[in-house]
């Protein structure tokens, strides 16, 4: 497998990732308005680095692509970690 696959894979999968991610990530409950608008601004930033990076691999940019899907990712975790999200899934989330 030639570098430039392997990279169109892994941006392949990190995108599908993440996008599954988002689709079933959750607020926790009991959060209060401060953390609910913390929340929603980590869920803003994880679409928009999700939609940079299918912009990106539209480009054929893939490293970029491949940095946005995962800093998309990234602040899904956070939101886990910090346990404004609810997450069970450690397939697809670092939990706490």
Do not use: C
């Amino acid at each position: 497998m030639s570098l430039e696959e392997d990279l169109e894979k892994r941006v392949d999968k990190y995108q599908k990732l993440t996008e599954k991610a988002l689709g079933v990530i959750k607020l926790n409950k009991g959060l209060t308005p401060e953390q609910k608008l913390i929340a929603e601004d980590f869920l803003s930033m994880a679409r928009n680095y999700l939609n940079d990076g299918k912009y990106y691999r539209e480009k054929k940019e893939l490293l970029i692509a491949l940095a946005s899907f995962s800093y998309a990712h990234a602040w899904l975790d956070a939101g886990v970690r910090a346990k404004i999200f609810y997450a069970k899934d450690d397939q697809l989330f670092t939990l706490p």
